[in-house]
């Protein structure tokens, strides 16, 4: 459901240094979403930093599909509500049924796929406990690759700074949700 306004005011951009503002202005880029103009508060380096992990997530070799299972999962246990209205979109753009969306952000996972079911009880450990136990590290390993590993907890990182971002400046949702990367 999107909302009007955020807990702390969006950065001018008239006010941004040359590196934030040629980043915000590439014309790969279609959209400025509210939690990256919200993020545009942190210094340079940081903010910089921010972008580029984002990036990388985005850029990954990760099968889209499984990124978004990824994606969805955090924001369900970050309770946002931010990345929930985006992701929910992408995810089914992707093909993620709604059962499966239903799945991922409850606690029945019966209607993934055996490596989904490893795959979400992975990121949820991660999330609430920061390492999972060994039973959960190996249901993970007999369906992935250590890289692949590796990578989605690159993921779940980025996508819980940026559940905190939107949450800590109150960001506004969007009227849209995106459609995909």
Not at 52 to 72: K, N
Not at 121 to 143: E, K
């Amino acid at each position: 459901m999107p909302t009007s306004s955020s807990r702390i005011p969006y950065p001018s951009i008239d006010d941004l240094s040359p590196a934030k503002h040629d980043r915000i202005f590439d014309p790969s880029r279609n959209v400025l979403l509210n939690v990256s103009r919200m993020a545009l508060h942190a210094s340079d380096g940081l903010w910089g930093a921010q972008a580029a992990l984002g990036r990388a997530t985005i850029d990954a070799d990760l099968d889209s599909r499984l990124r978004e299972m990824v994606i969805l999962r955090v924001a369900h246990l970050q309770n946002s509500e931010y990345e929930l209205f985006h992701h929910r979109s992408i995810a089914r753009h992707l093909g993620v049924g709604e059962a499966e969306m239903a799945a991922i952000e409850g606690e029945d996972h019966a209607a993934l796929l055996p490596a989904e079911r490893a795959l979400i009880a992975f990121v949820s450990a991660v999330v609430r406990d920061v390492s999972p136990d060994d039973a959960t590290l190996a249901a993970m390993r007999s369906h992935y690759d250590d890289r692949f590993l590796f990578d989605i907890v690159v993921v779940i990182g980025s996508y819980m700074l940026t559940a905190r971002l939107a949450a800590v400046g109150g960001v506004a949702i969007e009227d849209q949700p995106v459609a995909g990367w």
